[in-house]
C-alpha cells in the first residue's frame, strides 16, 4: 500500500470550513435558541473536529487498525459521558448538588 | 539496535516503521481524549448544577481574543499539515518555512493567553483569597466601557440576589477554567518544544518523501491540541451570551 499525500487544496478547503464553522459558532451564540444554543455549539465543534481528524489528521487515508483505534476512543469516551451524566441526571434531588437556579439575563 | 539509514532494525521497510509509529501516537492520542473528556465531563456537571455563576463567569471572558486565537490555532493546523505535504512532495526548503509558521502561530496564541490570564488577576477572578465577582463592575480600569461595565454590575447583582454563594461557585467556574486552558497552553509547550526539534531536523534536510514520520506524528499531536481547543473555546466564552 503506498501512501496517500492529501494536496494543499484539499487542505485549504477544509481550513476555510472551519473557518466558516468558528464563524457560525459566535454567530449562533448570540442568537437565543433557548436549551439550543449549547446542542448547536457542540455539533457545529464535532463537524469541524471530524474535519481535523478525517483531513488534517489524514484518518480517511489511514490503515483500518488506525481507523479502529479511533473509533474505539470515541466510543469509550461516550461510555464515560453518558453513563456519567445519566447517573448524576437521575439521582433524587436532595442528594444533587443543590444551587438557586436562575437564567440572570432578564 | 542495528540501523540502516533512517530504518530501525525491527522492521522490515520504511512504510511499515511509519505506520507503527503513527499507530503509536494514535493510541497516546486516544489516552489523551479520555483524560480531557473527564475535565469536559467535571465542567458540564458543574455547569448545570452552578449555571448562574457559570454563565457569569463565562461572559467574563474576551470574545474577540478567544475567537481570534481560534481562528490562530487552526491557521497553526494548516500550516502544520502544509509541512507534512511539503516533505511528501520533497520540498525540503517548504517543510522549514511551514514548520515555522506553525512555531509563530503556536507563540501567538500562547501570548494572546498570557493576555487574558493578567486581565483575570487585575479584575480579581483568580481563585483564591481576593476573588470576588463584584471587584472588576465597580472598580473600572484604564480602556474599560463604562456602560457595559454597569451592565455587569446589574447582572452580577441580580446573581448574587438568587445565588448568595456566587463568588464560591464563581470560584469552580474559573478554577475549571485555568486548569483546563492551563492544561491546553501546556500541551502547545509542549508542542512548540517538538517543532523546535523538527526545525532543526528540516535545515538538516532530514525529512523527505521516503523518510518524514516525526513530521507526521507531531503533526497528529498538534491536530488534536487544536480539536481540544475546538471544544473549549464555545464551551468556556459562548455558553451564555445570548441575551
Known sequence: ?106 | MHRTGDLYGQFQTLEQQKETATLGMWIFLVTEVLFFGGLFLTYTINRSAFSTAFGIGSNTLDITLGAGNTVVLIMSSLTMAMAVWSAQVGKKKLVGIFLIATLGLGTVFLGVKAIEYKQKFDHHLVPGRGFDMKYHPTHPMVGDDLKELSLEKEEVDKAFAVDPDINFHGQLYFSLYFGMTGLHALHMIVGAGLLLWLIKGSFAGRFTPQYNTPVEVVGLYWHFVDIVWIYLFPLLYLIDRHR
Open chain 1, 1 to 106: 500500500m503506498s501512501e496517500h499525500i492529501v494536496s494543499p487544496k484539499i487542505y485549504i478547503v477544509i481550513f476555510a470550513s472551519l473557518m466558516l464553522g468558528t464563524g457560525i459558532t459566535v454567530w449562533a451564540a448570540f442568537q437565543n435558541f433557548h436549551q439550543f444554543n449549547i446542542v448547536i455549539a457542540l455539533v457545529i465543534a464535532t463537524i469541524k473536529a471530524t474535519l481535523v481528524v478525517l483531513y488534517f489528521m489524514h484518518a480517511r487515508y489511514s490503515p483500518k487498525r488506525t481507523q479502529l483505534v479511533i473509533v474505539c476512543s470515541v466510543f469509550w469516551l461516550v461510555i464515560m459521558l453518558a453513563l456519567t451524566l445519566s447517573d448524576y441526571d437521575t439521582r433524587s434531588r436532595d442528594v444533587r448538588l443543590a444551587a438557586p437556579q436562575v437564567s440572570h439575563r432578564a
